[in-house]
């Protein structure tokens, strides 16, 4: 049997933190689309006979049903393929969710808190689900495989190890290991835990059957690399696992030292000569001391490349901070006493806002 473990999706979520650009939530939206129109055909094409979704598909507060209807549409496609779904906290199985109020294709299988077990000839699928926004209290003990000569999976949103994180599921990994499952099919940490044999394979064995695939598209700058789902093919009861890239649009982050740079066009100038791979989209990150004022809104405006979605401004003001203290002047007073501010001051964003207070002082203090 094959099955295709995903999860993560977060459906028409707003993407509104991740680019400075107005339009690119609605760019990004259009990825998932394609994104799980191209998982679809790759079922289609390979004859899986199981897709698991371990959760957060959708996000509830922004899920249009035009959305629920393109997802099941491709469901449709896919006939043959049984699909199951475990609620996350994200898209929980609630009154008024999409899971309840929505008429879904007959070959789609949605959990609630129950656990619930399907049988197959091939298989035995258990599964349980959210149904609030958080889950504290885990129902791992009252899992239990009826019929250990079968294949048994178990799909769930949970987080695995994370000390203090309760409210969403905790398990641990030795409860699950003592379960006897045969793969068990995990959703919210959105960094995969699988691990390749080597670098010249793309199949691994039975090293770890307690698998995190990572989100299916990339939500943000802090998931780099390759986004896509885990394939598993079962030969008896050995297990191989396989992971299919199917996000081609990869987040990076590049770090741009402004230190030697002594004025707002040469900045404009560095950033459009990057040398950028057209499919990704980008973050440009400033570092180093500054020699001018750095308005963001204001660089953006001038930005050839579309791919560069998002300026961030990490740098500091190229100044002797020691020397001007020392001054027995209006502006040593105000760097001296600005300075100590900043010193004391906990918060980031607050301390931003005085770094900029101190910038533009000196500017007129300067004139």
């Not at 100038?269 to 400033?286: A, G, P």
Request: proline residues 2%; charged residues 25%.
């Amino acid at each position: 049997m094959k099955f295709i473990h995903m999860t993560d999706m977060h459906f028409d979520a707003p993407f509104t933190n991740l680019s400075d650009k107005e339009n690119f939530g609605n760019i990004r939206r259009m990825d998932q689309r394609a994104v799980f129109k191209k998982l679809i055909d790759y079922i289609k094409n390979n004859n899986i006979n199981y897709l698991f979704i371990s959760g957060d598909l959708y996000e509830h507060q922004y899920i249009r049903e035009t959305t629920i209807e393109y997802i099941n549409n491709l469901f449709k496609e896919i006939p043959a393929t049984k699909i199951f779904i475990s609620p996350g906290n994200h898209d929980p199985y609630i009154n008024n969710s999409m899971y309840t109020n929505f008429n879904w294709n007959n070959n789609v299988i949605i959990f609630n808190s129950n656990v619930k077990k399907y049988s197959y000839e091939d298989a035995d699928i258990y599964g349980y689900g959210f149904t609030d926004f958080y889950s504290e209290n885990s129902i791992i003990n009252e899992l239990k495989i009826e019929n250990q000569n079968k294949i048994n999976i178990l799909v769930m949103h949970a987080n695995l190890d994370q000390v203090g994180e309760k409210k969403y599921n905790e398990v641990k990994t030795k409860e699950l290991e003592e379960l006897g499952f045969n793969y068990i099919a995990l959703g919210h940490i959105h960094k995969s835990n699988y691990e390749k044999i080597s670098e010249t394979s793309n199949n691994t064995k039975a090293i770890n059957n307690i698998i995190y695939p990572g989100s299916t598209v990339a939500i943000g700058f802090d998931e780099q690399g390759e986004h896509g789902v885990i394939e598993g093919e079962f030969n008896n009861k050995e297990l191989t696992l396989k992971f299919i890239p199917l996000d081609d649009k990869k987040f990076i982050v590049i770090n741009l030292d402004v230190t030697d740079i002594i004025s707002k066009e040469e900045l404009i100038e560095k950033i459009n000569n990057l040398d950028l791979i057209e499919n990704n989209y980008y973050e440009i990150v400033f570092t180093g001391r500054r020699n001018f004022e750095i308005d963001k809104n204001e660089i953006n405006k001038f930005i050839i490349k579309n791919n560069i979605i998002k300026l961030k401004d990490n740098t500091k003001i190229n100044i002797d901070i020691n020397k001007l203290i020392n001054e027995n002047s209006l502006k040593g007073l105000f760097v001296k006493e600005l300075f100590e501010k900043i010193n004391n001051e906990q918060n980031e964003e607050n301390k931003k806002i005085l770094e900029n207070a101190l910038e533009i002082g000196l500017n007129v203090l300067d004139k």
